[in-house]
């Protein structure tokens, strides 16, 4: 039986599950497995990806004639902030997206 660890960019945390389709929380450290789908340059090209889709769906937010308070304006600024610094020390399975405003 093989064990496979899946990058999941929309959380970026990696799962794992076996040939029959059974998921594992937890996995004894030294478990063999198979990186699946991604290498983890891969992992990080398709977090990128994301991230900058997110960064694109806000970049209204900071538009000079936007119709958004100053403190909105702000929040926004600082979302799109955290986005940049999303590889920045990432650790798997305990990082998560920041939180739209």
Aim: no cysteine.
């Amino acid at each position: 039986m093989n064990l496979y660890r899946i990058f999941k960019p929309q959380f970026i945390t990696f799962e794992y599950w076996d040939d029959y389709g059974n998921q594992y929380a937890d996995i004894v450290e030294g478990t063999p497995f198979v990186d699946r789908p991604y290498t983890e340059a891969e992992a990080m090209d398709a977090l990128r990806t994301e991230r900058n889709m997110r960064l694109v769906n806000s970049d209204y937010t900071q538009l000079p004639d936007v119709n958004l308070t100053e403190a909105q304006v702000e929040a926004w600024r600082v979302y799109r902030q955290e986005l940049r610094d999303i590889t920045d020390n990432l650790v798997w399975n305990v990082t998560t997206w920041p939180v739209k405003p």
